[in-house]
């Protein structure tokens, strides 16, 4: 367990034996062949035009089109650049391998690799960039493939002082069947601001009963009111009021008071300083002024198969929906704008929908398209590994795993949700028109206004 503490600077007697003299530069980049300059990624314009194959009042918006020309697209805005709070994406991983969803359909390709997936996701981060606010963040979701290099391209272009974390999560059940390695269950997230100035609400988990108990063990004798007993220091040395002396005590060595004496007074005077038999002091934090058990950067609550029941799209890696419901939840307010370019089966768009805010998708990928669609018109469908057996699979609980937050919204059972745009890369409307007409026959049957004129 490492006890130590940390200051900039070396002043004690111990001797470092060292050679190594560096230069006074310390910054760095990473450097691959066809790396190409962000001026000339920024000023690029979009190729492609997007035809509105169905029109909706609701705000959001969805495209089919490669997302590189579609941000491109989008920076043109001016009601749009710079104003996406909360951009998550789900890229390809570098696996050179192509996906398939539950039916065994191609659904996209991940065949970029080396330096081509490098420079593929750069370019995109720096578009993304442009589009994010100023107190807007960004959560990038891959696995051990690329996370290192992703991290440095990130550092170049969100700047490393924005940096907030980097999340592991665990993303499926224990693996048995590993060969001369650890099993490998976990991914990360990346997570950045554009700015110092980002929106922040910390997730926290509901206390249970039994973490109560063992967390918050006593029990004030005047108010009834359950409490835990903290130190009143913490560490590192100041020389300011808080590594003054406070009623003949000083803090321990190499440490200072949380608070000023004369703030422990005013604690102390309420009854909220516990002093031990022996004269230690601490302080009292009650269970009633606590907001939750706060979320650390190691997630074990949301991975992706968690049992059979849950009901899904069927779009390979398809993501838990409560993740998605924790990042929107923790960087954006009600009305802000959360863009996914790489939408595929549509989670981001769907919890961003279900939470109040408004939402961007794209995808290059028909089958993610349509997936979208299936999802917020038809609605979410189990689909577990059980025989094919009616009478079975009908009596199935389709309840949705659930976080341990009380106040989780997500609700897997909704349909009929016509509250997107959707624009296509006009060379590509007659193939998408004819994929999605069942699609778009149902919402014209349910919600004729939203068809734009001469219909789809």
């Known amino acids: ?83 996406i709070k909360l951009v998550y994406i789900d890229p390809p991983y570098a696996t050179n391998s192509v996906f398939r969803n539950r039916n065994q359909k191609d659904s996209y390709k991940d ?70 390695t650890y099993g490998n269950i976990s991914d990360y997230i990346l997570f950045y601001s554009k700015t110092e100035t980002y929106t922040w609400h910390r997730p926290s988990s509901a ?9 918050y063990p006593c029990i004030d004798q005047k108010s009834g009111r359950k409490y835990k007993k903290v130190p009143i220091h913490a560490p590192g040395i100041r020389n300011g009021e808080t590594g003054k002396e406070w009623k003949g005590m000083l803090p321990p060595n190499g440490k200072h008071w949380q608070y000023t004496p004369q703030k422990l007074d005013d604690l102390n005077v309420n009854g909220d300083i516990y002093w031990s038999a022996t004269g230690n002091p601490r302080r009292k934090v009650y269970l009633d002024e606590d907001k939750g058990i706060p979320i650390q950067d190691i997630w074990l609550d949301v991975q992706d198969s968690l049992n059979q029941n849950i009901k899904t799209t069927g779009y390979p890696t398809e993501k838990n929906p409560h993740l998605l419901e924790r990042i929107i939840k923790s960087c954006t307010t009600s009305g802000d704008i959360v863009l996914d370019c790489f939408a595929g089966s549509g989670t981001t768009c769907d919890l961003a929908e279900q939470l109040g805010r408004k939402w961007i998708g794209i995808d290059n990928s028909s089958e993610a398209i349509e997936n979208i669609f299936k999802r917020f018109i038809n609605g979410l469908e189990i689909f577990g590994d059980y025989v094919q057996n009616e009478s079975i699979t009908g009596t199935m609980d389709s309840k949705q795993s659930t976080l341990f937050e009380p106040t989780s919204v997500y609700n897997a059972n909704l349909s009929n949700r016509i509250v997107f745009s959707f624009y296509s890369d006009s060379r590509y409307v007659e193939n998408i028109r004819e994929q999605l007409q069942n699609y778009f026959q149902k919402i014209s049957e349910t919600a004729p206004t939203c068809i734009p004129e001469g219909g789809v």
């Open 1 to 83: 367990m490492a006890t130590g503490t940390t200051i900039n600077s070396w002043n004690e007697e111990v001797q470092i034996t060292s050679s190594e003299i560096f230069p006074s530069s310390f910054s760095y980049q990473l450097c691959y062949e066809g790396k190409t300059p962000i001026e000339q990624i920024i000023k690029k314009e979009a190729e492609f035009q997007y035809d509105e194959l169905l029109k909706s009042s609701h705000g959001n918006k969805l495209f089919y089109g490669d997302n590189l020309d579609v941000l491109q697209h989008l920076i043109k805005n001016k009601s749009l650049k710079g104003k």
């Open 207 to 215: 206390w249970t009963d039994e973490k109560i108990q063992k967390e």
């Open 111 to 180: 065949d970029l690799i080396g330096s081509h997936y490098i420079e593929f996701l750069r370019k995109r981060l720096i578009l993304l960039h442009q589009l994010i606010s100023d107190d807007g963040a960004i959560y990038l979701h891959l696995d051990n493939n690329m996370i290192f290099e992703s991290k440095l391209i990130l550092d170049e272009v969100f700047g490393k002082n924005n940096y907030r974390g980097l999340i592991t999560r665990k993303k499926c059940s224990n693996k048995n069947s590993t060969t001369k």
